[in-house]
């Protein structure tokens, strides 16, 4: 079955520290991988993208990291603002007798002054 | 800016209302997409179109239909309203084939 599992359900951190997000995926084949943040009330925004040759991808204090062979990635956030308080979404497309994109449950993250 | 806009972004409704609802983008993009979005689970494809006329079920299209007269509009029709459809609904857009890669800015959907 294709799933998309990620950890923690959520944390909170204090402004300025460095966190880092799970996502573990069963999705094969694999095709890539998609980091979103999806602020309250508001739509996801698409971080970073992944291909199956890529295993670290920044956007500004966003890291973004895969291992297709364990077919896991992070996402690892440097110095938090409290901008970053979110919900962080893991998506995984593959080609699996059908082209199929399954999301994660995501991580919400509350950063505290 | 890439836009997707929702027509509405909170829509009270009663059981076995027919309801529509709308989205526009503006990114000439081909596929386009409907989800739900429920708290705990990710989001689930309901139905998604590659192209004008042309439309795909997803996992969870039950009680749901589409229709795409023209690219950039994308409308979700809930035929007879129940309340277990009461959710978030989010439309997105996108480039490639079954990928979505912009999302609108939800709709949250009370059917009572």
């Known amino acids: 079955k294709n799933q998309v599992e990620q950890s923690p359900q959520s944390l909170i951190i204090l402004e300025g520290k460095n966190c880092t997000l799970q996502?573990?995926?069963?999705?094969?084949?694999?095709?890539?991988l998609r980091w979103y943040k999806q602020d309250t009330g508001r739509g996801p925004v698409s971080l970073t993208i992944m291909t199956f040759s890529e295993n670290t991808k920044s956007n500004g204090r966003y890291t973004a990291t895969l291992d297709a062979d364990t077919k896991q990635s992070s996402l690892h956030i440097t110095a938090s603002q409290l901008s970053d308080s979110a919900s962080y979404i893991c998506?995984?497309?593959?080609?699996?007798?059908?082209?199929?994109?399954?999301f994660g449950a995501g991580t919400r993250l509350f950063v505290k002054a | 800016d890439v836009k997707v806009t929702q027509s509405s972004r909170y829509l009270v409704k009663r059981t076995g209302e027919k309801v529509f609802l709308e989205c526009v983008q503006d990114m000439d993009h081909e596929n386009m997409f409907w989800y739900r979005q429920d708290p705990g689970l990710g989001l689930r494809l309901i139905y998604f179109s590659y192209d004008v006329k042309m439309k795909e079920k997803g996992d969870i299209p039950e009680g749901y239909s589409v229709s795409r007269e023209k690219k950039e509009r994308f409308s979700l029709i809930l035929e007879s309203a129940s309340t277990n459809q009461t959710s978030m609904y989010l439309c997105?857009?996108?480039?490639?084939?079954?990928?979505?890669?912009?999302f609108g800015d939800g709709t949250r959907l009370s059917i009572l």
């Open positions: 998506v995984v497309s593959g080609n699996t007798g059908g082209f199929k994109t399954i």
């Open positions: 996502c573990n995926y069963t999705v094969s084949p694999f095709s890539n």
């Open positions: 997105a857009s996108g480039r490639v084939f079954g990928q979505p890669q912009h």
